[in-house]
């Protein structure tokens, strides 16, 4: 641990080393077993954040490791929500950057005002479909990776595949067409992309739909 402890130095004088210090770093190189990320993200946290951190900002940290849904919603972003913004001319891309059209034009009393709007409107959404709008994210309907989403929702060419709207229209979910709890399993033919709608009708229960091909 040489490098570590050359690294305490305070301007040329060698601090002194405290006993959870050696303890934590011993911990971190030699005694951590790795199944995934999250030790060391979960620690990592914690020092940013002087010693103290609420789980969710922790859950928040370990999300910014997880490629899959980084990969997930970069292409809702480009398939969803950055079709529809362009199309009613709010924002513009240019190569991987998405930016607001007319921005230089905003006051910064302007732009606090639009930040609240965006908000109230994030506020409203979610008191009225409450935490309906992630049950096809919790442990009850199972975790479905950035992967499987991204291939089911090609498959479905962007359109919910029961009502057949399209993605840049309402936004669409990635579901288990026979539930986990029903004994469905978590191969990609079981899983079909719906609209929230069509979604929230299914409740559980196996939908026929006809496949696009």
Known sequence: MANLFSACMCEGRKEVI???????????????????????????????????????????????????????????????????????????????????????????????????????????????????IWNHRTNTAGYISGTIRYEVLKRAKFHCELCGIAADEKALEVDHIIPRNHGGSDDLSNFQALCYSCNAMKRDQAVPFARSP
């Open 18 to 132: 405290g006993v959870f210090f050696g303890e934590l770093a011993d911990f971190i190189q030699h005694r951590m077993r790795m199944s995934h990320i999250y030790q060391p993200a979960m620690i990592l946290t914690l020092l940013r954040s002087h010693g103290r951190c609420h789980e969710s900002a922790i859950a928040k940290a370990i999300l910014e490791y997880d490629q899959s849904q980084i990969e997930y919603y970069t292409k809702i972003t480009n398939n969803m929500v950055g079709r529809v913004l362009r199309n009613h001319q709010i924002v513009q891309k240019h190569r991987q950057d998405y930016m607001l059209v007319d921005f230089d034009t905003l006051s910064p009393t302007e732009i606090q005002a639009l930040i609240t709007l965006c908000e109230q409107k994030l506020q409203e959404y979610l008191d009225k479909r409450g935490r309906a």
